[in-house]
């Protein structure tokens, strides 16, 4: 399937507080005073109550901190555009757009859900750590082992791995020319992802309509892609069929590979 690729999906890509009041009272006696005054009994209700206004404070202190100081570390932008934003959140204003391959400095981090603070161009924000590589371009935002695509020729198999470990796999339709390298063969080498895009959209060569752009092969413009569909976004009686190069997916499976790729991730393709 031969496609053009014209724009990228934009991704979107929240801490209470605890503000406790507690002032002790009590009645101070009269030590020049030789009257008497009942002991009064240690109330369990008010012990208790000092203890979870306690608890509260500590609780308070520490919603929202990173788990993790990652203090004179650098970090990779892996995806086309990420948001620096004023706080760890989606909700918080961006300070700035930090464009793949783009250098920054790790400050502290991670929060729980993933937000690292970083210094980037002279400007200190937050910034998920999905997209940040930590060991260059491709390699997965933040650990975990390396993020790759591998694309089995001979069962027609498309695996997302993290590391080792494989994370999905689905059946891909592949290119009919049954060479090594052909130009529509769905030809075997080291590939790495170079532009996205989620639209649906019409490819001349297919005459049809795809959506989940993912391209890998620049000298025969293939790429992954949902199977052929309409104009509604419905699949064609012969959608799945063999391609001009590129791997034709399911259309869950194409958004599902879609949402994991990055661009500068590596991909395999091999017998």
Known sequence: MRYQTVRARKRPSA????????????????????QSNPIQPIRPVRILATLVVLAATVLAAGIGAPSTARASTTAEIGTDAL????????WADVIAVMGWGETVEVLDGPTDDGWYEVSYGGEVGWAFGD???????????????????????STQQITLYVGDAPI????????????????YATAIGTYYVYAKNADLAWTDYGQAYIADWVAFDPDRANGF???????DGNVLPWGD???????????????????????????????
Request: aromatic share 12%; with cysteine; proline share 7%.
């Open 15 to 34: 801490s209470p507080e605890v503000d406790p009041d507690a002032e002790p009272t009590g009645h101070k006696p009269d030590r020049g005073s030789r």
């Open 83 to 90: 948001n620096l934003r004023t706080d760890p959140g989606t």
């Open 131 to 153: 997209y940040l590589a930590f060991d260059g371009v491709g390699s997965g935002g933040g650990g975990g082992g390396e993020r790759w695509i591998d694309v089995d020729r």
């Open 168 to 183: 999905e796999s689905f059946w891909g339709a592949m290119g009919y020319d049954q060479s090594d390298d052909g130009f």
């Open 225 to 231: 892609h949902s199977w052929s569909l309409d104009a």
């Open 241 to 271: 069929g063999p391609t001009g190069g590129c791997v034709a997916l399911e259309p869950w499976a194409a958004a599902t590979l879609y949402d994991f790729a990055e661009i500068g991730m590596r991909v395999e393709v091999h017998w």
